[in-house]
């Protein structure tokens, strides 16, 4: 049961992130497309950021809770709902489990999408800009480099 409920965290949350990816992306080059004079600030601030930072948010949040799990942390749904949407609270626990990721700056993104993920600014209000370390290719290497960590410890045998 422990294994499957960090698979099904892991999938959903990784569907997720993958999305905000695809999203930011897909603003990118709209940017692009009408010649926008910085379609990078338009694909992060623009039109499609609330979300693209909250796909981007839940992703974490449900990966992080997989890692939580997978390396041992309490599997009960009372403790995963008392962290709630608190990336923060869920990196902790699931460094406090064992887990320690080699993505690159990923405490610096949970961070700076902690208040703002938790306090629903992706989904009730908008905010005139939004903040990510960095550009948005270096939150997809972390991204990457954490759905490996939890692909090898969740599956494997693959």
Same mark, same amino acid.
């Given at each position: 049961m422990?294994?499957?409920?960090?698979?099904d965290? $892991?999938? @959903?949350?990784? @569907?997720?992130?993958l999305?905000?990816? &695809?999203? =930011?992306? @897909?603003?990118?080059?709209e940017?692009q497309?009408?010649?926008?004079t910085?379609?990078?600030?338009?694909? $992060?601030?623009?039109?499609?950021s609330?979300?693209?930072? =909250?796909?981007?948010?839940?992703?974490?949040?449900?990966?992080?809770?997989?890692?939580?799990?997978?390396?041992?942390?309490?599997?009960?749904?009372k &403790?995963?709902r008392?962290?709630g949407?608190?990336l923060l609270?869920a990196?902790n626990?699931?460094?406090?489990?064992?887990?320690?990721?080699a993505?690159?700056?990923?405490?610096?993104? !949970?961070? !700076?999408m902690?208040?703002? &993920?938790?306090?629903?600014?992706?989904?009730y209000?908008?905010p005139?800009?939004?903040?990510?370390?960095?550009? &948005?290719?270096? !939150? !997809?290497?972390?991204?990457?480099?954490l759905d490996?960590?939890?692909?090898a410890k969740?599956?494997p045998?693959?």
């Amino acid at each position: 049961m422990t294994i499957k409920l960090a698979r099904d965290l $892991f999938e @959903s949350g990784r @569907s997720h992130a993958l999305s905000s990816d &695809f999203l =930011y992306r @897909s603003a990118l080059r709209e940017g692009q497309e009408r010649e926008l004079t910085d379609p990078e600030l338009f694909a $992060f601030n623009g039109t499609y950021s609330l979300s693209t930072h =909250y796909l981007l948010g839940l992703g974490l949040e449900l990966m992080l809770k997989a890692a939580i799990i997978a390396w041992g942390g309490p599997p009960e749904e009372k &403790f995963l709902r008392e962290i709630g949407h608190d990336l923060l609270e869920a990196l902790n626990a699931a460094e406090a489990a064992g887990f320690a990721s080699a993505a690159p700056r990923l405490r610096e993104i !949970v961070e !700076v999408m902690r208040d703002p &993920f938790k306090a629903h600014w992706f989904r009730y209000e908008k905010p005139d800009a939004f903040a990510l370390p960095g550009d &948005f290719a270096q !939150v !997809v290497e972390a991204l990457d480099v954490l759905d490996k960590e939890l692909r090898a410890k969740i599956w494997p045998e693959e």
